[in-house]
């Protein structure tokens, strides 16, 4: 990729825009212009496929998967060199139009010019509600998370899953974890999810936690109640989940943490890692 190579480094930015059109109103421009990233991933971008393109503007090759539902859900992936080849959905039916689930497969060389491929996912895990039908399609979709990571382990020398995955795996990722963990998001049953995908059985690894140590957060995503951003009252919800080799090139992560509640353009903040191939 040939804007990485430059550089000598990928960027690789995931941000839940809760929709692009308000993200762009609130100042998202800004933010991204002068950042510098090869390949954007958005979550909830809840537009229809022309304004993504109007919004974003020339210069990217856009992958984006809108939701059936309007106004809900819509995931892209947006990239300076084009992709080798790109697909939509998780590969369950049920999900098809759900617009939670783009892939995309790029072309890079490691440091000693070989060529390598790079599989990159960018996802938008269901919120859920305890009790509900929306946790039971949460629990399904994690359920097949659970197959498609080794696939994409197999399927390219290196991938990674990115975006808003809505499940704060250990207490470190939740600021109050005893008040939440009858609630989704930090429920028992989701984050024994990523145990699994973190784990012996899967094998991947949590690249922001890796860089950032064992510390609160950093956070990724606050309430619109309250006082929640002002105190980082937070949730760590938004991930690089990537394949060993990849997650070991990662070099730096960082949360692009709004210097103020008024000038957030969403209420969750971009993670931007860099990557060192």
């Known amino acids: 990729m040939s ?8 960027r690789i930015a995931s941000v839940n825009v ?69 697909r939509i959905g ?19 060389r490691d440091a000693a010019g070989n060529p390598v491929q790079l599989t990159v996912a960018s996802a938008y895990v269901h919120s859920g509600e305890v009790g509900t039908p929306k946790q039971d399609d949460k629990f399904r979709f994690l359920d097949i998370m659970s197959t498609r990571l080794p696939e994409l382990a197999k399927h390219s020398d ?16 939740i600021r109050n974890a005893k008040a939440n963990v009858k609630k989704a998001g930090f429920l028992p049953e989701e984050r024994a999810y990523f145990d699994k995908y973190l784990g012996g059985d899967i094998g991947w ?25 002002d105190n980082d009252t937070g949730w760590r919800i938004d991930y ?14 960082v949360v692009d943490r709004a210097p103020s509640w008024d000038t957030r353009f969403s209420d969750h903040a971009p993670l931007v890692v860099d990557y060192q191939l």
């Not at 690894?205 to 951003?229: C, E, I, M």
Request: aromatic share 8%; charged share 20%.
């Open 3 to 10: 804007s990485a190579l430059k550089k000598d480094h990928l």
């Open 18 to 86: 809760n929709g692009l059109r308000a993200a762009y109103r609130n100042g998202m421009a800004a933010w991204l212009e002068p950042r510098e990233v090869d390949i954007l991933c958005l979550q909830e971008v809840r537009a229809p496929d022309a304004i993504v393109h109007q919004l974003l503007g020339a210069g990217w090759h856009i992958l984006h998967a809108e939701a059936e539902a309007k106004g809900r859900a819509g995931v892209a992936i947006a990239s300076r060199e084009e992709p080798l080849t790109t």
């Open 90 to 108: 998780i590969g369950d039916e049920y999900f098809a139009t759900a617009g939670r689930w783009v892939e995309a497969d790029f072309r890079l």
């Open 158 to 173: 290196h991938a990674l899953v990115v975006g808003d995955l809505n499940v704060a795996h250990t207490p470190l990722d």
């Open 205 to 229: 690894q949590d690249v922001h936690r890796n860089l950032s140590g064992p510390v609160d957060g950093p956070y990724t995503w606050w309430s619109q109640r309250g006082k929640a951003f």
């Open 240 to 253: 690089h989940l990537a394949t060993p080799a990849l997650a070991a090139a990662a070099f730096s992560a």
